[in-house]
């Protein structure tokens, strides 16, 4: 039996936190790095190169929620209202083309920054979430470094993924467990000119307990739910595709 305070506290708190299961992505590179994969339960942020990458940014949010488990489950997507009015809100049409099913999402305005913050702890306090897209307008000052350990807590405690989308180039302190940075790049053709897989290039800025990567320029298989390297000097573009319009 432990015989002090701090061994009981150290005892209550693996109670209350569940292991994090690990999914890999399906890119070698991506998934040793971390170790075995994505880690559910936790929170991970991400966000655009430039300000033009938004919309591909959006894009990797929705297909790393799908990979982690939110195809088969249900994903609560909370945005603020000022950035659906910047960006334009998410177009079912698009989202279909990524593989989701528009009727597992659940979409949240949240009126302005404080009340998307609320909103987002108690959507991460819920184990009923799966998981939790959460999307501020601009560099959202209030998700520092003590609000994302409180959302990272919360989410190792209910089992519930969590993914900050940030809206804006550029980078605050957080407590994530990944950081990603995001731009658009062209998709590579199908046979007889066919459009192909949905493209984008990504880094791996920083993670806990790990070395970042380099970007890598993948391609999303929304049949198999799982990420491609996308071989070949084919430059990065501007633009985002069909995932959000006005």
Same mark, same amino acid.
């Given at each position: 039996?432990?015989?002090?305070l701090p061994e009981l506290r150290?005892?209550?708190?693996e109670c209350a936190t569940p292991?994090?299961?690990?999914?890999?992505? #399906?890119?070698?590179? @991506?998934?040793?790095?971390?170790?075995? #994969?994505?880690?559910?339960?936790? +929170?991970?942020?991400?966000?655009?190169?430039?300000?033009? $990458?938004?919309?591909?940014?959006?894009?990797?949010?929705?297909?790393?929620?799908?990979?982690? #488990?939110?195809?088969?489950? %249900?994903?609560?997507? @909370?945005?603020?209202?000022?950035?659906?009015?910047? +960006?334009?809100?998410?177009?079912?049409?698009?989202?279909?083309?990524?593989?989701? $099913?528009?009727?597992?999402?659940?979409?949240?305005?949240?009126? $302005?920054?404080?009340?998307?913050?609320? /909103?987002?702890?108690?959507?991460?306090?819920?184990?009923?979430?799966?998981?939790?897209?959460?999307?501020? %307008?601009?560099?959202?000052?209030?998700?520092? +470094?003590?609000? /994302?350990?409180?959302?990272?807590?919360?989410?190792?405690? =209910? #089992?519930? /993924?969590?993914?900050?989308?940030?809206?804006?180039?550029?980078? &605050?302190? =957080?407590?994530?467990? /990944?950081?990603?940075?995001?731009? =658009?790049?062209?998709?590579?053709?199908?046979?007889?000119?066919a459009p192909g897989h949905p493209?984008?290039?990504?880094? +791996?800025?920083?993670?806990?307990?790990?070395?970042?990567?380099?970007? &890598?320029?993948?391609?999303?298989?929304? $049949?198999?739910?799982?990420?491609?390297?996308?071989?070949?000097?084919?430059?990065?573009?501007?633009?985002?595709?069909?995932?959000?319009?006005?």
């Amino acid at each position: 039996m432990p015989e002090s305070l701090p061994e009981l506290r150290r005892l209550a708190l693996e109670c209350a936190t569940p292991a994090a299961a690990r999914v890999a992505l #399906g890119v070698a590179r @991506i998934d040793a790095a971390l170790d075995g #994969g994505v880690a559910r339960a936790r +929170l991970h942020e991400l966000y655009p190169a430039e300000t033009e $990458d938004a919309a591909a940014a959006c894009g990797f949010a929705l297909m790393l929620a799908l990979s982690l #488990g939110g195809r088969a489950g %249900n994903i609560v997507w @909370i945005a603020e209202e000022a950035s659906e009015k910047r +960006l334009g809100r998410l177009y079912p049409p698009g989202l279909a083309e990524l593989g989701a $099913d528009p009727a597992r999402l659940l979409f949240v305005a949240a009126p $302005d920054a404080k009340s998307l913050l609320r /909103t987002a702890a108690d959507v991460v306090r819920s184990p009923a979430a799966g998981i939790a897209v959460i999307a501020p %307008n601009g560099p959202a000052p209030g998700f520092d +470094l003590t609000a /994302t350990r409180r959302l990272t807590l919360f989410a190792e405690r =209910s #089992g519930v /993924t969590a993914i900050l989308l940030r809206t804006c180039a550029g980078t &605050l302190p =957080s407590a994530a467990t /990944t950081r990603w940075c995001v731009r =658009s790049a062209p998709s590579r053709p199908l046979e007889a000119d066919a459009p192909g897989h949905p493209a984008l290039s990504v880094e +791996l800025v920083r993670q806990r307990s790990g070395a970042p990567l380099p970007p &890598l320029r993948l391609e999303w298989d929304r $049949d198999r739910v799982v990420f491609a390297p996308l071989s070949g000097a084919v430059p990065a573009v501007a633009g985002g595709g069909q995932l959000a319009r006005a």
